[in-house]
């Protein structure tokens, strides 16, 4: 076998864009997937998948520079974004129209952003063992080595773990992480609506927990929405056990009317949520990106997009020291990720945790404060042009192709 520069476990959105882009600078580039890694045929017409992501600006720059943005086929631009509390006494809304780009975002089926990206890998000359796992790792010279389940030992300088959040390379490799139960379970599925979606993305704060409706292309004249409603966990297990119709109704009612209808559901999934952040982004020769460094609530609809982020910094850190004849692997190059990358993680996870706690709370003067300071911030428009500079991932230090 050739000699491997870089080894990533984990073909998700986010390892399959890594392997992507350091294949392009010209690295010899390993990729190891317990699932397939062949891209499906997806039809315009075929059923919803329940899991979507809300890409921001600066992840949609990263697929074009990765090629895979042409085969997104099914994505529903947003336009506006409203978010308000159940009370309905405060409210806040975003309009793209004072932002340069047209839209706020895209939402998109995660299954169509992988398979673009696979797409993608198929005319890559990056290596891929797929259905295969780690089963061993251990420190070996400069670097290290793994072990797959068919026997195959891999070596290389650098082994990236992008294997999600229970991820197996950063156990194997020692890295602690903190950890926090959100106590919310998130119900997520795909709903048909009487109403049409306007191409706003919408979310309710309730007693318990937010519920999003994310708009989804129409097909003629029936409308979808993705949702994402997170619950106590009482609370799910009651709303988890409705039937399809009930469980209509009661959405109806959560969401005050405003999309008319539910006139269908498809299955539902539930996801008990955790907040993941590895104290340490690399140790010994395994560094961390997406999931497998953190993991946080869907609120702001940002888990894929940070990812997204660790893959251009970490892939511009790498190329940038392999051109000037550095070793990319030092520790010192991978520090400079680490900077980069954990505040701005870390600012995030304190938001949405800040967020969720503010909106959970009892206390009616802070609610009355909250309330007040939505509506506060729907009357100030540079505020609100920073919130979705911030939201659009553009804001902050990104790699140069991504500006
Ligand atoms: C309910 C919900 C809603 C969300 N909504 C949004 C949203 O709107 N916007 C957003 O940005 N984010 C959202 N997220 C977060 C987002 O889904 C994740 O951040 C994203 O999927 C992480 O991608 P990843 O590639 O890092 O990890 P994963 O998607 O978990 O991929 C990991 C890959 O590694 C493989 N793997 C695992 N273990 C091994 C092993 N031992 N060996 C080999 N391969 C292995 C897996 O098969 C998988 O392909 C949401 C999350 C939840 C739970």
Known sequence: ????????????????????????????????????????????????????????????????????????????????????????????????????????????????????????????????????????????????????????????PLLVAADGAQSCLRQLSGIPVNQKDYKHHALVTTVETELFHQHCARQVFLDTGPLAFLPLQSQGEQHYCSIVWSLLPAEADRIDALSDDAFCRELERAFEHRAGNILQVDQRFRYPLRQRHARQYHRQGVVLVGDAAHTIHPLAGQGVNLGFLDVAVLGEELIKAANRGDDYFAAHVLDRYQRRRIGHNSLIMKAMAGFQNLFGVDDPAIRWLRNTGLSLTNRLPLIKEMIVGQASGLSKDIPGFMQ
């Not at 392997?19 to 499906?40: D, F, I, K, Y």
């Not at 891929?128 to 026997?151: D, H, M, P, R």
């Open 1 to 156: 076998m050739q000699k491997i520069d870089v080894i990533i476990v984990g073909g998700g959105m986010v390892g399959t864009s890594l392997a992507l882009a350091l294949a392009r600078s010209g690295m010899h580039t390993a990729l190891v997937e317990q699932q397939t890694l062949q891209p499906g045929l997806l039809l315009m017409d075929d059923p919803w998948q329940p899991r979507v992501s809300a890409l921001t600006e600066a992840s949609i720059k990263l697929l074009d520079y990765l090629g895979a943005r042409e085969g997104i086929q099914r994505a529903c631009p947003y336009t506006h974004m409203t978010v308000w509390d159940g009370e309905g006494t405060g409210a806040v809304e975003f309009d793209a129209k004072t932002w340069p780009q047209k839209n706020l975002g895209y939402i998109v089926e995660n299954d169509v952003i992988r398979n673009a990206l696979l797409q993608q890998l198929a005319r890559s000359t990056v290596e891929c063992f797929e259905q295969q796992t780690v089963l061993e790792y251990q420190l070996c010279g400069q670097g290290g080595e793994i072990v797959l389940k068919n026997g195959d030992v891999l070596r290389a």
